[in-house]
């Protein structure tokens, strides 16, 4: 016997709505998304009421900065900078700090900060064209093809010397998806304490709404810094990267990739800075040049954070980093800073023994559950339709039997 009120089974229509609308409440991390371009040029003010977090003068528009006993700071034409000691945690001077504009790809430290612990780099990924599907017109790409195969430590190499979007669509898509590494790098972002970044898109490209500041990013390089292998990668001059076939299965041999940071490689007319680290770069139009880097000197790392420079001079942006970099060295030790770099960075989990694989960033775990949950539900409902249809074909087989019994009786 059923439940009073409830039929014994389903019509089929009801079974297949049912279905669709479990699916449609499934998390959105579970669904892949592409970035749509935005068109929308930011303001070339800060607004009103920026974030306080490292100190109120941060929330200051304008240039903040304690001279008294050091030498005058450069004039920069960037919409904002910013000049830390990550050491120490001190902002050694800032304009517009808080300031939320588009990162372009230095927004990539974030990326590689949360993503790269959740792979050895001897792992070998065969790249699908479904993986390499949703890039943005326009993007930077290193020039992975798909169908071949590649090391994540090639596509690292892609990611931070060539600012590959591709390779970047392929390590999100090998851990659990874009929408997952989108999930886990604003989680990371929230965790270190920068409110202004908004992650729309995990390559940086321009998207509606995706943002971040020179505070965050110096956050995010301060942490990615932490990993051995960001910095491994990061530093390299040049890489070979790996040929393929090509769409028209042509051979492509192993081809040479040059790191984008001019004042690390000392290409087109930048001097290789001394005592550089590691950064990034990037470029959209509407982020315009963007750099973040880091140099050592005496014992002190120097992070400087350039958004956006106004001059139109060429190299602008590597030409007002060696600025701010050579200011901060020579001033860290006589100014007052104006500021300090919140969550002091911790060592990257899995890093103190080789064997054993990262423990799984919480977002990007419940991304994956999320995943599971969906493939779990789906299985009942395809159960329950196919249920469904059996039960109605052996009711439709009984009534035949009935009338061809009532049938034959009528005859006799």
Same mark, same amino acid.
């Given at each position: 016997m059923g439940r009073p009120g409830l039929p014994r089974t389903l019509p089929i229509r009801t079974a297949v709505a049912l279905g669709a609308g479990v699916l449609a409440v499934l998390p959105a991390a579970v669904l892949p998304a592409a970035p749509a371009r935005a068109e929308v040029q930011p303001p070339r003010q800060p607004p009103p009421g920026m974030s306080v977090v490292g100190?109120?003068? &941060?929330?200051?528009?304008?240039?903040?900065?304690?001279?008294a006993g050091a030498t005058t700071l450069p004039e920069l034409s960037a919409l904002a900078w910013m000049i830390s000691d990550i050491d120490t945690g001190d902002v050694l001077a800032a304009k517009n700090a808080h300031w939320p504009l588009p990162p372009a790809s230095t927004l990539k430290t974030l990326f590689a900060a949360a993503e790269l612990p959740r792979q050895p780099a001897d792992t070998v990924h065969k790249v699908t064209a479904?993986?390499?599907?949703?890039?943005?017109?326009?993007?930077? &790409?290193?020039?992975?093809?798909?169908?071949?195969?590649?090391?994540?430590? =090639?596509?690292?190499?892609?990611?931070?010397?060539?600012?590959?979007?591709?390779?970047?669509?392929?390590?999100?898509?090998?851990?659990?998806?874009? *929408?997952?590494?989108?999930?886990?790098?604003?989680?990371?972002?929230?965790? &270190?304490?920068?409110? =202004?970044?908004?992650?729309?898109?995990?390559?940086?490209?321009?998207?509606?709404?995706?943002?971040?500041?020179?505070?965050? &990013?110096?956050?995010?390089?301060?942490?990615?810094?932490?990993?051995?292998?960001?910095t491994r990668y990061a530093a390299t001059k040049v890489a070979q990267f790996p040929g393929g076939r090509d769409a028209k299965g042509g051979l492509? *041999?192993?081809?040479?990739?040059?790191?984008g940071n001019r004042l690390l490689?000392?290409?087109?007319?930048? @001097?290789?800075?001394?005592?550089?680290?590691?950064?990034?770069?990037?470029? @959209?139009?509407?982020?315009?040049? @963007?750099?973040?880097?880091?140099?050592?000197? =005496?014992?002190? @790392?120097?992070?400087?954070?350039?958004l956006n420079p106004q001059s139109g001079k060429s190299n602008a942006v590597y030409n007002e980093t060696r600025q701010l970099l050579d200011w901060g060295f020579a001033a860290r030790a006589r100014v007052a800073p104006v500021g300090s770099l919140v969550h002091a960075p911790t060592a990257t989990p899995g890093h103190d023994d080789p064997g054993r694989q990262a423990p799984e960033h919480p977002a990007l775990a419940g991304a994956r559950l999320a995943a599971r949950w969906g493939a779990l539900l789906a299985l009942p409902l395809a159960g329950l339709l196919v249920l469904t249809l059996r039960q109605w074909r052996r009711q439709r087989a009984r009534r035949r039997r009935r009338a061809r019994v009532a049938a034959f009786m009528q005859r006799g």
């Open positions: 100190g109120a003068r &941060l929330g200051q528009p304008g240039v903040q900065v304690d001279q479904a993986e390499l599907a949703g890039l943005g017109a326009g993007s930077s &790409l290193v020039g992975i093809q798909a169908g071949q195969s590649y090391k994540v430590s =090639d596509l690292w190499l892609g990611v931070l010397l060539r600012s590959g979007n591709d390779a970047v669509r392929t390590l999100a898509m090998m851990n659990g998806g874009v *929408p997952a590494a989108v999930t886990a790098m604003q989680a990371l972002a929230d965790t &270190l304490g920068a409110r =202004d970044t908004r992650v729309i898109s995990p390559d940086g490209y321009d998207a509606p709404g995706q943002v971040s500041s020179a505070y965050d &990013l110096t956050l995010f390089l301060r942490s990615a810094l932490a990993n051995p292998d960001f492509v *041999p192993s081809f040479q990739i040059q790191n490689a000392g290409t087109d007319g930048v @001097t290789r800075y001394p005592g550089l680290i590691a950064g990034k770069n990037g470029y @959209t139009a509407q982020a315009g040049n @963007t750099l973040v880097t880091a140099a050592a000197r =005496d014992g002190h @790392t120097l992070v400087a954070t350039v």
